[in-house]
């Protein structure tokens, strides 16, 4: 009989419990934002993107001379291949051979210092997201604020997106 009550007092407790936590629950001002598309309207992206574009300019121009060269190395063989010695053809493919391997090379480099550049840069963006998100958060006493990625449904009411693209705008 001591093992029914306690079952009843248990389940009459959780069942408290889930009705205050569901109270609660509603109680809480929630907010969704979406990072990406944040991102996509702040004028500091555009701006970022841009000195990222000066920044590595000269290293895109050597490169895109590099393709020209090699292309124009594959053109002359194939037009002029015929009439071409054997020892000219093979200088011409260790030339060919020699700027693809210093196109690759400087490529290579070029795409990963560009990466890393721009992941530093998007962090400092993230952080000013970041900081801008709190700050209207703590302003408009948001107990919770979701990324719009993590969530399946929320009202349109509910995003905060535009406020935090209009607060990270005027700092720039």
Do not use: C, H, W
Request: net charge neutral; proline share 1%; glycine share 4%.
């Amino acid at each position: 009989m001591n093992k029914v009550i306690k079952s009843i007092v248990m389940t009459t407790a959780a069942s408290g419990m889930l009705l205050a936590s569901s109270v609660m629950a509603a109680e809480q001002k929630i907010a969704v934002v979406n990072f990406q598309e944040i991102m996509g309207k702040i004028p500091q992206t555009a701006a970022l993107m841009q000195t990222l574009e000066a920044e590595f300019k000269d290293e895109k121009a050597v490169i895109t001379q590099l393709e020209k060269d090699i292309k124009y190395y594959q053109e002359k063989k194939k037009r002029d291949g015929a009439l071409m010695s054997a020892k000219e053809k093979e200088e011409l493919d260790t030339k060919m051979a020699g700027l693809f391997q210093e196109y690759q090379v400087k490529g290579k480099e070029l795409q990963q210092k560009a990466g890393e550049r721009q992941n530093q840069e998007t962090n400092k963006l993230i952080a000013l997201v970041r900081q801008a998100v709190d700050q209207i958060a703590e302003k408009e006493e948001y107990d919770l604020v979701l990324s719009q990625q993590a969530v399946i449904f929320s009202k349109p009411k509910a995003s905060i997106t535009d406020k935090v693209v209009e607060q990270v705008s005027k700092l720039n």
